[in-house]
């Protein structure tokens, strides 16, 4: 309740202020690698339409118990997998796009809150694989990779979850969150407000949905719970087959393509094709709903000449939506998401480097925070804000004052 | 029908071991795209079975850039356009035969093969069996353009063309094979026979040809249909489907929801090959129109059955003899096979017999050696059912113009009447003497320059006593010295 009052305020404090994207930017959450392409098609296909950019997030591995090995000619399955969801985004890619279509990306390494991983970029699309252990449905997971699971970080059953080729070791469920976060602050570019897709996590509209499916959703809404900002969508998976079709002819038709690209990444490296009914059934209907829509401005881009964190004096910007554009003898507010209980100290510098404004606030919890700085600037100009959380988290950002 | 008629021929050939026998299915087309857009569901359908699906790809589909790309690829279009096709492939191959599971086979390598005498590209994927086996020959002619006009880039020829008379042959994009429309229709017969394995019965599925049911249709789609479908009418045992092409998109949607899918993962499974190639994505408003209709009539249903399946009749020259060699992939009911021989190419007289299988799913080799050769023999199969049906075989031709003159045969013992059979025919007079044991020379003849190898002499009025004589023949610069008995 406290967190909706919350989203009515910010959603008046900010509406005069909202600047419009250069490109719209939106984030699809999944466990597995052909979840986007069943559950989640229409709306991916409809955002590459806008020219939007879809940042894909897969956090499993997918690998049914194998981990990093192979079942057949020699391909890790996973890697088959990834490949395969590779190909749809290049596929949606290049339908929406009209552009003379380019070859198939190949994989870089990212370095994302001190994790290496594997990230691939393909015209208006990104994909990042976490290669999290498969949880299997009921997230007791499997002996290969030591029956761990999202489910259990999450449930604190397990301390740590390294993924299956052991290139990164996330050391807790907020280590996990926080490189979500990392990423779609590396990922937003200029746009203020943005969507992240995921599973839905209310049983009564989703019931019966695979345990990485559900705990993939945890992961990413609890990764954005403070950034207003970030609209979230909700989506059914696996009850959908029993729901009336609902796709349009033309989505049906590209769903049907793009999970075929999808599994073309498998056969292609020798695996049975699972294009038969039981994922067939899946393609006709995407069904999901709003659970919050983006409240607010991303804070400014943590890239070009408005970052002033390249120092990483923190990894993680508390600050995670600002009253932008700011004007002259208008409120400021900003929403934290604070790393500890304490104290912020907000300082606030001209262009001279001297101190217009000091505000002290108690941090009681981690949750977001909205603080409202009241009508700071009476002069238009660039100034600096400071924050420092129990003197030793300090973060900058530069303000342009209209 | 067909099942019943096939269960019938069983049956009646109670001798035949029972055997299973993957389904042989054939789809010809015009260009590597058409059978995803319009006969998806009945390949799916008839893999699905267990069935075994031949693609004959009649034309490049090059769209007038022949062995060229554009787009700054770096792979010939029609190059990439096979590819696509081999990539559905398999892709449909996977979703619909699914008892090789959880393991697919490796994206087939292009074969070379002659058939008919022409050098074709074959990908064969999928289990060698049969069951689930899909098969492609890409006979790559010249993409003859929606009205049967050509592009310049092949000079203008096309399949329409060539069925009307206007050009004499067709010359594939990559120069590898010339055809007159005879050879080409031999060609796909060809390609038939040596891929129907043990099936007796079997069905051909092309674009239909009536223009009513089919209006406004694609020359290639209409001139590959009108090939395919002479190349098989005389064979009635070989069932006609035919589909409507371009037109579908017209007609109501008739596919259900698992179709439509299939036959737009297997046009996206296509496209990916263009794509990855630089090519523009061809999943567009137009291809997307015909993922949702399949129109075909059976036009003809299969009587019969296939008597033998004949993969080659080949001769060749070894030691002054022929050595003649034909293999069958399959029989059934078959009696024997008669030899026959013909040493002006018209007339031809029964050589040898060889007795035949009977029933065989399997290949089988058979040889015959003539050591009676001349210089030009003419040598044809006829394959004879128990039930007195028979089909001929193409006509062998060795000529033995390295062939040195010898006597093949003499009549021996002889009563009045002596044969003389050379190798080659005589290219001079010749000069016969009988001699006795004693000397004398008891006949004599002279022949001028015969016409065929036989050369026979009479003893005529000369009484000869039952003894050993020494015939001398003089003969291309040669003396042979024979002995013989008079009886």
């Known amino acids: ?334 929403i934290i998401s604070p790393y500890e209980k304490g104290e912020l100290s907000t300082t606030i510098y001209n262009n001279e480097g001297k101190s217009i404004f000091n505000l002290i606030t108690t941090i009681d919890s981690k949750e977001g925070k909205l603080i409202n700085m009241g009508k700071l600037f009476t002069t238009k100009g660039r100034y600096v804000l400071t924050n420092t959380l129990n003197g030793k988290y300090i973060e900058r950002r530069k303000i342009t004052v209209e | 029908m067909k099942r019943i008629l096939f269960v019938l021929i069983l049956i009646c050939t109670a001798a035949i071991k029972a055997q299973a026998q993957p389904q042989v299915s054939f789809f010809v087309q015009a260009d590597e795209d058409d059978w995803q857009l319009f006969m998806c569901k009945k390949i799916s359908g008839d893999l699905f079975t267990g069935g075994k699906v031949i693609l004959i790809t009649l034309t490049a589909g090059d769209e007038g850039y022949g062995t060229g790309s554009f787009n700054g690829s770096p792979t010939a279009y029609y190059l990439a356009k096979e590819r696509g096709a081999v990539f559905s492939s398999k892709t449909v191959s996977d979703f619909s035969y699914t008892a090789n599971y959880p393991f697919s086979y490796a994206i087939p390598v292009a074969q070379n093969v002659i058939i008919n005498s022409k050098n074709l590209v074959k990908y064969d994927y999928g289990d060698p069996s049969g069951a689930g086996e899909i098969v492609n020959y890409f006979l790559r002619l010249p993409d003859g353009g929606f009205n049967g006009a050509g592009f310049p880039a092949t000079s203008n020829q096309s399949l329409m063309k060539l069925k009307q008379g206007i050009i004499s042959t067709i010359t594939s994009i990559d120069g590898a094979n010339t055809y007159t429309w005879n050879e080409l229709t031999n060609t796909i017969f060809a390609i038939i026979l040596s891929e129907r394995a043990g099936d007796p019965q079997f069905y051909l599925n092309t674009s239909s040809l009536d223009n009513i049911y089919n209006p406004g249709d694609h020359s290639d789609h209409i001139y590959s249909s009108t090939a395919a479908q002479e190349a098989v009418m005389p064979q009635l045992a070989i069932g006609i489907n035919e589909f409507v092409f371009d037109y579908s998109s017209s007609k109501p949607d008739n596919l259900s929801n698992g179709d439509m899918e299939n036959s737009a993962a297997a046009f996206c499974s296509y496209g990916w090959s263009l794509i990855l190639d630089k090519y523009p994505s061809p ?191 003089e003969c291309d610069g040669k003396l042979y010295n024979i002995k013989l008995v008079k009886e």
């Open chain 1, 1 to 334: 309740m406290a967190k909706r009052l919350l989203f009515i305020v910010c959603s008046f404090l900010f509406s005069s202020g909202t600047l419009k994207a250069q490109q719209d930017v939106s984030y699809s959450i999944q466990a597995h690698e052909d979840d986007w392409q069943l559950f989640m098609n229409s709306k991916i296909v409809a955002d590459l339409n806008a020219t939007g950019k879809v940042v894909f997030i897969t956090l499993t591995a997918g690998d049914a118990g194998n981990g990093d090995g192979a079942y057949s000619a020699g391909n890790p399955f996973y890697l088959s997998r990834e490949m395969g969801s590779v190909y749809a985004a290049k596929f949606a890619a290049d339908i929406t796009s009209g552009a003379t279509p380019a070859p198939v990306p190949t994989a870089t390494i990212a370095v994302i809150n001190g994790h290496n991983i594997t990230k691939y970029v393909y015209g208006n699309t990104v994909n990042y694989f976490l290669r999290l252990p498969d949880g299997d449905f009921d997230g007791n997971g499997f002996p290969i990779t030591g029956h761990k699971s999202l489910q259990k970080l999450k449930l604190g059953q397990i301390t740590s979850l390294t993924s299956v080729e052991n290139s990164a070791t996330y050391t807790s469920w907020t280590d996990l969150t926080n490189t979500i976060k990392q990423i779609i602050l590396t990922e937003k570019g200029t746009d203020n407000q943005v969507w992240m897709y995921t599973a839905s996590l209310d049983n009564n509209v989703n019931p019966d949905d695979h345990s990485d499916h559900l705990y993939a959703a945890h992961a990413g809404q609890d990764a954005v719970s403070a950034m207003l900002w970030v609209g979230i969508t909700e989506f059914i998976d696996y009850a959908t087959s029993s729901m009336p079709d609902n796709l349009s002819v033309t989505d049906h038709e590209n769903a049907a393509a793009i999970f075929n690209l999808s599994e073309w990444g498998i056969i292609e490296k020798q695996y049975a094709s699972s294009y038969i009914e039981n994922h067939k059934a899946w393609l006709p209907m995407d069904y999901f709903t709003v659970k919050r829509n983006p409240v607010g401005n991303a804070p400014f881009s943590i890239i070009g000449e408005e970052n002033l964190s390249s120092n990483n004096l923190t990894a993680i910007p508390m600050i995670v939506s600002i009253t932008s554009p700011v004007f002259t003898n208008k409120d400021v507010s900003m």
């Open chain 2, 283 to 473: 999943f567009n408003s137009t291809t997307r129109a015909w993922f949702h209709q399949e129109y075909f009539a059976v036009k003809r249903s299969p009587v019969g059955v296939v008597p033998i399946t004949l993969l080659d009749f080949t001769g060749s020259l070894q030691n002054k003899k022929v050595l003649l060699q034909w293999s069958t992939s399959a029989e059934y009911n078959s009696k024997q096979f008669e030899i026959e021989k013909s040493l002006d190419g018209i007339t031809y007289n029964l050589l040898h017999t060889v007795p035949a299988a009977g029933y065989s799913t399997s290949e089988k080799k058979y040889s015959y050696q003539d050591a009676d050769i001349a210089d030009i023999n003419y040598y044809r199969l006829k394959m004879v059912d128990n039930d007195g049906k028979f089909k001929q075989s193409n006509v062998v031709v060795i000529k033995t113009n390295e062939l040195q003159q010898s006597i093949i045969s003499v009549t021996n013992p002889f009563s009045n009447k002596i044969s003389i059979r050379f190798a080659k025919i005589p290219q001079s007079e010749i000069t016969l003497s009988l001699v006795d044991m004693n000397g004398k020379q008891v006949l004599n003849k002279m022949i001028n320059k015969p016409s065929t190898r036989l050369v026979e002499i009479e003893t005529g009025n000369t009484i000869l006593s039952k003894a050993i004589y020494i015939l001398r023949i």
